[in-house]
């Protein structure tokens, strides 16, 4: 699937934010952000199993799109970390949102822990 | 891309929401019901230009998946309108909490009606 797409489909806020993060990887490697993760090994070791190439493409677009941001954190040789910008971690309730929903309706879905829960976006 | 999977890929609620929901579609269709249409092509008249393919397929997974029931509205010819579940409803929060977030980020997106952001699933 290819996103963003190059112009909204609509004005429509909810249509809009899913040509962002309408797919199933972006809201998941927010929520690995927001529990601390930032590098790609990190990332990697998710226990959702993403592939390599589809984590690249997904951080590459989540830069692009002004969710994250792209950090050197060694010289040499170069390495980057991901880091979410305002806008990234603003996405945090709809997360908290789908927690809610998750362990109400989806069986056997984990609790999140009450401090990922309680957090708050700037 | 192919939704659900057949399995969820973590038990994380946020992952196995988005088995069932992350795609472009999905909850567009349930904004669309959640502000009362029900029909094919009710569903088709909408600005974002949803195919008729992608629709048909959306509609028989939020089926599958317990998000939508399919009800028959007229015997001769035999025609069916989709409505919610109280599944699908309770994913009202997400999509209030995708219109503030696409509202502060993403310019010109519309300010939804205060009955939709007000609005309460059971």
Redesign the interface.
Known sequence: ?SLPTRQ?????????????V????T??IL?DMQTGKSKFSEFLS????IATNVLTNRLEKMVKT?LVRRKAYQKRPLRHEFLTTK?GQ??L???Q??????????P?????PESFMQAKAE
């Open positions: 699937m909204p489909r609509s004005g429509c806020p909810i249509a809009t934010t899913l040509d962002l309408g797919d199933r990887w809201l998941v929520r998710s226990p959702e199993g002004g806008k603003a996405l309730p709809v997360l949102e789908m927690c809610h929903w998750g362990n109400r309706f989806l056997n879905t984990w609790v999140p």
